[in-house]
């Protein structure tokens, strides 16, 4: 998983949206992506993340 952060996440604010998707699958392979923002829309972090499927 690689994560970036842009801004701290603190208890001032009053919440937060954290927006995951689906993005792709190659084979046995899943790729996931993450945004998380303010309420103004205000990018705080982003994550991807690559999965695999196991029998």
Do not use: H
């Not at 801004?7 to 009053?14: F, I, K, Y």
């Not at 998380?36 to 205000?42: L, P, Q, S």
């Amino acid at each position: 998983m690689e994560i970036k952060y842009g801004q701290a996440v603190t208890p001032d604010l009053e919440y937060i949206y954290v927006i995951a998707k689906f993005i792709s699958q190659k084979k046995r392979q899943l790729f996931f992506e993450a945004i998380v923002e303010d309420k103004d829309g205000n990018k705080l972090a982003t994550a991807k993340s690559k999965n695999w499927i196991i029998d």
